[in-house]
């Protein structure tokens, strides 16, 4: 299997993350670019979009959830995502972190769009609020008192590198001080250590 990825993406970094955690020892990571539209990618995913999993029989699978349930079920015993269906607390769990990782990569684009000069100071106030909101929200859950890792906590820790990455003037941990001290724990795991950002 391939993996068509990129180092600062936080999506591809939870499948990234995901694959190191499970111990998937037989897939080929190849960085791309998104921007330069390679053939490659387009070929296997016509957004234009990373993470890109193309399975040994080559079925390109995107969007970094389905490749994430995919990997989960295939190879890893249904661990991240649980082996039970029906587990809404754990699925709106996931579904409010990638929405807060949705909501930082949209920040990053309105940051990329002030060299255009068409940044919008709604839209960055409006990113920035979803994701304290959504941080405090996770303060209130059981995301950040669970000890397995599971697609929650894996996604929370892939978002919260990724804000301190591209966004250090949002002090999020003032208003999130109990996630930000079991972010300070689960951080330096080896898989995610192996995947930082850069």
């Known amino acids: 299997m391939r993996l068509l990825s990129s180092q600062a993406s936080p999506y591809a970094r939870c499948v990234r993350v995901l694959i190191q955690h499970l111990g998937i020892n037989n897939i080929e990571e190849l960085l791309v670019n998104p921007f330069d539209n390679t053939a490659e990618l387009l070929d296997a995913n016509p957004l234009g979009q990373i993470p890109c999993l193309i399975t040994n029989d080559g079925l390109a699978l995107f969007d970094s959830e389905v490749i994430m349930r995919y990997l989960d079920t ?3 015993d249904r661990q991240m995502f649980g082996a039970v269906s029906g587990n809404w607390v754990l699925e709106c769990q996931y579904s409010l972190v990638k929405g807060l990782i949705d909501s930082a990569v ?3 684009q309105e ?3 002030q060299e255009e000069g068409v940044r ?3 839209w960055t106030s409006r990113f920035e609020q979803a994701l ?7 303060e209130l859950q059981t995301v950040i008192t669970q000890i397995t890792i599971q697609a929650p906590q894996l996604a929370l820790i892939c978002l919260l590198d990724y804000v301190d990455f ?5 002090d999020w941990r003032k208003v999130a001080p109990a996630t930000a001290l079991w972010f300070s724990e689960m951080r330096d795991l080896p898989a995610f250590i192996q ?3 850069q």
């Open 74 to 76: 295939e190879l890893g």
């Open 106 to 108: 949209k920040l990053r």
């Open 111 to 113: 940051q990329m769009r």
């Open 120 to 122: 919008s100071a709604f």
């Open 132 to 138: 304290l909101r959504g941080l405090m929200q996770i």
């Open 166 to 170: 591209r966004h250090s003037e949002l």
């Open 195 to 197: 995947t930082r950002p």
